[in-house]
């Protein structure tokens, strides 16, 4: 199975600082129908995760574009430029090119 | 707007069985795909599979092939997970979700697995 790091596994900030969080994948992610099938999930505390990044870099329905997603083959990033408060949980990097789907293991934002 | 209700909380016996649903609502459920997710503290995430509720198709992590069984009821837009077996390793939160990639998901259930 494809292995996803996600580093750091903590991230402490501020309001208004802007955050990166980085995913590394074992393989490859870039599919033979010239799609990456990297996702990007936010799961803020007592819920259920929220989708906020498909395709490496397209925003989810209704996801402020402080969010944004970049990243090829088996780099990924996502950056938050300007936390709010509403932006902490754990983020997990999702990749859908190999089967079987595999999550990374979180990084749990917090505030400073 | 799009709305998944799960069952609630579980507490099975080792070596049971237990069913689990998903009633939908809000999209067209007879042509999309239900995810079901498996989540333990850690926090850890895994896919366990999907199904087609068009024609009952189904894609299944291949670590939960015998353990989870994926059906749905068309008539009452829901969705079912059979986990059959269970062990300790089976506790854990389970969740349905909306489509490939999981886009709308439930609350989420706890399935306790305890004699």
């Known amino acids: 199975d494809v292995v996803l790091t996600q580093t750091p596994p903590t991230s402490s900030a501020t309001i208004g600082q802007s955050v990166s969080i980085s995913c590394r994948s074992s393989q490859s992610l870039l599919d033979s129908d010239g799609n990456t099938y990297l996702y990007w999930y936010l799961q803020r505390p007592s819920q259920s995760p929220q989708l906020l990044i498909y395709l490496v870099s397209k925003l989810g329905s209704g996801v402020p574009n402080r969010f944004s997603g970049s990243g090829s083959g088996t780099d990924f990033t996502l950056k938050i430029s300007g936390v709010e408060a509403e932006d902490l949980g754990v983020y997990y990097c999702?990749?859908?090119?190999?089967?079987?789907?595999?999550f990374g293991g979180g990084t749990k934002l917090e505030l400073k | 707007q799009v709305k998944l209700l799960q069952s609630g909380a579980e507490l099975v016996k080792p070596g049971a069985s237990v069913k689990l649903s998903c009633k939908t609502s809000?999209?067209?459920?007879?042509?999309?795909?239900m995810s079901w997710l498996k989540q333990v503290p850690g926090p850890s995430i895994e896919w366990i599979g999907w199904?087609?509720?068009?024609?009952?198709?189904?894609n299944y992590n291949q670590k939960f092939k015998g353990k989870a069984t994926l059906t749905v009821d068309k008539s009452s837009s829901t969705a079912y997970m059979d986990l059959s077996s269970l062990t300790s390793e089976d506790a854990a939160v389970y969740f349905c979700a909306t489509g490939v990639p999981p886009h709308y998901w439930g609350q989420g259930v706890m399935v306790t697995v305890s004699s």
């Open positions: 199904i087609y509720a068009g024609d009952g198709g189904t």
């Open positions: 809000g999209f067209t459920f007879s042509t999309s795909y």
């Open positions: 999702v990749q859908g090119t190999h089967d079987p789907w595999t």
